[in-house]
């Protein structure tokens, strides 16, 4: 049975909101600290199986616990005080909506009397993330003339949206009145707890909404099958996928279509898959102007989400491919080319599992030799980055070496996840990648992913930028909590490293001073202020001996590697310069 022997009639609510939660399996709860929402604090505490983590800073604290849903596939709740602690979070509220991860945000606010008052604290906060959330109720305070079984199907609604398609975050607003703290009012709820007897005994929620089966009502399987089965130069584009365990179901359909298959960075399949018909390499192949040119696709089918290569993306706009099929779990439109001809709304991977039958491609072995032979020869060309001097594509091809596929992966959006997808290996290990693309910021990169991390329960090495690290820095503290080994490998080029590869670089005057941002700090002291065990490597050599000491350790480690913005530019050029030289006849 539920014990219910609240103290007073806020404690009560707050129970009933923590217990419906923690019945609907998003009972892991991030708490920055905050005198209004003391209620819910409270509640969390006294629940036994409630997982709970405190961070200080409730910007941090929200993108942690995106990072948990990221990982999960469940919601996080996030619970704040009144006024500015809720405008925190609306970064990672952007983030989780665009990039479809579930999340719930708690925030306790003042009572209607106190609204438009210009009493302290005081927001208005009532569908405050409206754009972005994907449902917003405005609690009353407690009342009793107010039915309980409200508090219950409240929560039940909220955590349905939150985690049926399009998955995003869900806003509840929750007023009280004083006390806040559990200070005993002397009240019998005996009888207006009366129609929750059943509930009570059970541990089941009070309401039960299975979320439903997405897979395209009755798709032309059998006709798309046929169409597909003539084409003789298909290429399968997988974007983002929420969800390794599709991972099986397409491989099984790439490997029956036979077909070129361009994995992005974020699908799970860059890394450790150089098998046929991957094409690892395909970010860089793309790079060499002879080879696109001369091998254009007349179709595409396109799994999962968005794509990180402009590269490619400028490739298929060339092609203009049609049959230009689609398949993400949600209805928005995802189509930033325009291409689109048929786009189906349902799960990947059981669509995959519902096509593969009706498959009976002829396949073009000619077509996926070449695409195969092009990605073989930049591997070899890449291979001369291995006994370089350090930078920052070497970074990113030691850790596709050496990370174990036990672990987790989190990168930064900006150059750390297009080093990886262009530069690491392709026969290393095969961790679970995860990044923040939705909005594309630099806000709470490290914050997702020691909620990564949490969510995984497995080691996690973060590869993030300098000015993303500067921007989240308080996120450090995470580090001694999460208890999960991580390892932060920070890049500090002294600013903004991928402006350098835009037209603005050329206009040195504005550059250097408002791009280049460079900032003359390293995160020794950082590390040493949260206890974060820190290295400095300076050769290629010494930084894998760091990462394989960090991988071993069960503490949290920063590696800082130092790199020049303008080296770094230059060899970008110099190695894409050097692909295209590998593929000339292909």
């Given at each position: 049975m539920t014990e219910l022997d609240a103290p007073n009639l806020n404690s009560l609510w707050a129970t009933l909101l923590i217990e419906e939660l923690v019945r609907q399996g998003a009972g892991y709860f991030v708490l920055p600290s905050g005198s209004r929402s003391a209620p819910l604090t409270a509640a969390v505490a006294a629940r036994r199986e409630a997982a709970?983590?405190?961070?200080?800073?409730?910007?941090?604290?929200?993108?942690?616990?995106?990072?948990?849903?990221?990982?999960?596939?469940?919601?996080?709740v996030l619970i704040t005080t009144s006024g500015t602690a809720v405008a925190n979070a609306w970064p990672a509220v952007v983030e989780a909506s665009m990039d479809r991860v579930p999340l719930i945000l708690l925030t306790a606010d003042r009572p209607p009397e106190l609204r438009d008052t210009g009493a302290s604290q005081t927001i208005d906060q009532a569908k405050i993330y409206a754009p972005y959330a994907r449902w917003q109720i405005d609690l009353p305070c407690p009342d009793r003339a107010i039915r309980p079984e409200m508090i219950l199907t409240t929560v039940d609604q909220a955590v349905y949206r939150a985690r049926r398609s399009p998955q995003g975050p869900v806003h509840i607003n929750?007023?009280?009145?004083?006390?806040?703290?559990?200070?005993?009012?002397?009240?019998?709820?005996?009888?207006?707890?009366?129609?929750l007897a059943h509930w009570r005994q059970t541990h089941a929620p009070f309401t039960d909404y299975p979320v439903p089966d997405t897979i395209c009502a009755d798709p032309p399987l059998k006709?798309?099958?046929?169409?597909?089965?003539?084409?003789?130069?298909?290429?399968?584009?997988?974007g983002s996928l929420g969800d390794p365990q599709q991972l099986p179901s397409i491989r099984k359909l790439v490997g029956k279509l036979g077909w070129p298959v361009l994995p992005d960075i974020s699908s799970g399949l860059r890394l450790g898959n150089a098998d046929s018909p991957m094409i690892p390499h395909a970010d860089a192949i793309l790079a060499a102007k002879e080879f696109p040119d001369r091998n254009r696709a007349?179709?595409?089918?396109?799994?999962?989400?968005?794509?990180?290569?402009?590269?490619?993306?400028d490739y298929l706009q060339g092609c203009g491919p049609r049959p230009y099929i689609a398949?993400?779990?949600?209805?928005?439109?995802?189509?930033?080319?325009?291409?689109?001809?048929?786009?189906?709304?349902?799960?990947?991977?059981?669509?995959?599992?519902?096509?593969?039958?009706?498959l009976r491609p002829r396949g073009n072995r000619e077509w996926l030799d070449g695409w195969r032979e092009a990605s073989r020869r930049?591997?070899?060309?890449?291979?001369?980055?291995?006994?370089?001097?350090?930078?920052?594509?070497?970074?990113?091809?030691?850790?596709?070496?050496?990370?174990?596929?036990?672990?987790?992966?989190?990168?930064?959006?900006?150059?750390p996840v297009r080093d990886v997808d262009t530069f690491a290996v392709a026969n290393g290990a095969s961790p679970l990648v995860a990044c923040n693309?939705?909005?594309?910021?630099?806000?709470?990169?490290?914050?997702?992913?020691?909620?990564?991390?949490?969510?995984?329960?497995?080691?996690?090495?973060?590869l993030m930028g300098d000015l993303a690290l500067l921007h989240d820095l308080n996120s450090l503290n995470f580090l001694r909590t999460v208890n999960v080994p991580m390892v932060v490998v920070v890049l500090n080029n002294n600013g903004g490293g991928i402006f350098s590869f835009l037209p603005i670089a050329q206009f040195r005057d504005v550059f250097e001073p408002y791009f280049g941002t460079p900032h003359n700090l390293t995160f020794e002291g950082a590390a040493r202020m949260f206890e974060v065990n820190y290295d400095h490597p300076t050769t290629g050599k010494t930084f894998a001996e760091a990462y394989e000491q960090a991988l071993r350790n069960q503490r949290a480690s920063l590696i800082e590697v130092t790199t020049t913005r303008e080296e770094n530019h230059q060899l970008h050029l110099s190695l894409l310069d050097t692909v295209v030289s590998s593929l000339k006849g292909s």
């Open positions: 709970a983590i405190h961070h200080f800073d409730e910007r941090g604290a929200a993108f942690h616990a995106l990072g948990w849903g990221r990982a999960t596939g469940r919601p996080a929750c007023m009280f009145r004083e006390p806040l703290a559990p200070i005993p009012q002397g009240e019998d709820y005996t009888g207006y707890l009366a129609g006709a798309l099958a046929e169409t597909l089965g003539r084409v003789q130069r298909g290429l399968v584009v997988i007349a179709a595409v089918l396109h799994l999962g989400g968005r794509l990180l290569s402009k590269r490619l993306l398949v993400e779990d949600h209805p928005a439109r995802s189509d930033p080319l325009h291409a689109v001809s048929l786009r189906v709304d349902g799960h990947v991977g059981r669509f995959c599992d519902s096509l593969v039958p009706y930049v591997g070899k060309a890449l291979d001369g980055l291995d006994g370089g001097e350090l930078s920052e594509p070497l970074v990113a091809r030691i850790v596709s070496k050496l990370i174990g596929s036990d672990h987790g992966l989190f990168l930064a959006a900006s150059m693309r939705g909005a594309v910021g630099i806000d709470g990169i490290l914050a997702t992913a020691t909620g990564f991390a949490r969510g995984l329960e497995r080691p996690v090495t973060v």
